[in-house]
């Protein structure tokens, strides 16, 4: 993408999504389809890409509204994979990786998500990897999704995967434990091949995970979470914060903003 691009304002038409950039000037980009969700300013709308994305799989795109660069990936777990990505205890652990270091260095108000598309769970790699062709995303280094099976590298891509920057390496590592977690690699052990499959569990053992809704006091939104710690990631918060918050039988807001409660 060339030129200046700014503050991006979602603007629909029938066959083709144009993003109107707001600068000293005018300045239009068109994609070849329509995407499924717009979030247009990510530090705003964190709850609300958790919430609504829970138990979905798709195509996502990061877009840096400044310069228009893009990443484009995808998860069977949009709402676990987006939710990793809005905590910058991660972005900081994976600062080799070019998309968590621009949004580090940008920060999350100046840059635009959008869902491209659901799709079923074993049809993500593939859709991808046609979004990863079609848009040719600037922050993806890699420019092959998922498995290399039946996909030819270009010359100057075969040259980085004999010789890997540090960079390559962040975001082969980073692309292995992403599979991992959501194909059947990591899969095996789950549903009848787990070795528990079938078997009862002895009396007290596990622990069913605890229903959190979060009031925000300053929006009035309120937003349920799975766990303390999925709230914790959303929120951008620690953990035991939450947990201090019920031990103390807290009932203000916590800093001001947010009501905790067990559901």
């Not at 999504?17 to 709308?45: E, M, R, W």
């Given at each position: ?252 807001p916590y800093k001001g903003r947010y009501i905790f409660k067990k559901i």
């Amino acid at each position: 993408m060339t030129g200046n691009y700014f503050n991006v304002i979602d603007v629909f038409t029938s066959n083709i999504t144009s993003f109107i950039i707001q600068g000293s000037d005018y300045f239009y980009f068109s994609l070849s389809f329509v995407p499924a969700v717009v979030y247009p300013n990510v530090d705003k709308q964190k709850e609300s890409i958790v919430k609504e994305n829970r138990n979905k799989s798709g195509v996502y795109q990061w877009i840096n509204n400044t310069n228009g660069n893009s990443y484009v990936g995808s998860s069977i777990n949009l709402s676990k994979r987006l939710l990793e990505y809005l905590n910058t205890r991660y972005l900081l652990r994976n600062d080799n990786m070019t998309i968590c270091k621009a949004l580090v260095k940008y920060g999350y108000s100046e840059f635009s998500l959008v869902i491209i598309e659901y799709c079923d769970p074993e049809n993500c790699v593939e859709r991808e990897q046609y979004y990863i062709d079609t848009v040719e995303p600037e922050y993806n280094i890699l420019k092959f999704a998922g498995s290399n099976k039946g996909f030819k590298h270009s010359e100057e891509t075969l040259a980085k995967l004999k010789d890997p920057s540090a960079e390559v390496r962040a975001l082969a590592s980073a692309r292995m434990k992403e599979l991992w977690k959501d194909t059947s690699f990591g899969g095996s052990r789950k549903g009848s091949n787990h070795p528990m499959y079938g078997k009862v569990k002895p009396e007290g053992s596990g622990r069913a995970s605890q229903i959190i809704q979060v009031l925000d006091v300053t929006t009035n939104v309120t937003t349920e979470y799975n766990s303390m710690g999925e709230a914790a990631l959303s929120l951008n918060i620690k953990q035991p914060l939450i947990s201090t918050y019920f031990s103390n039988n807290q009932t203000k807001p916590y800093k001001g903003r947010y009501i905790f409660k067990k559901i």
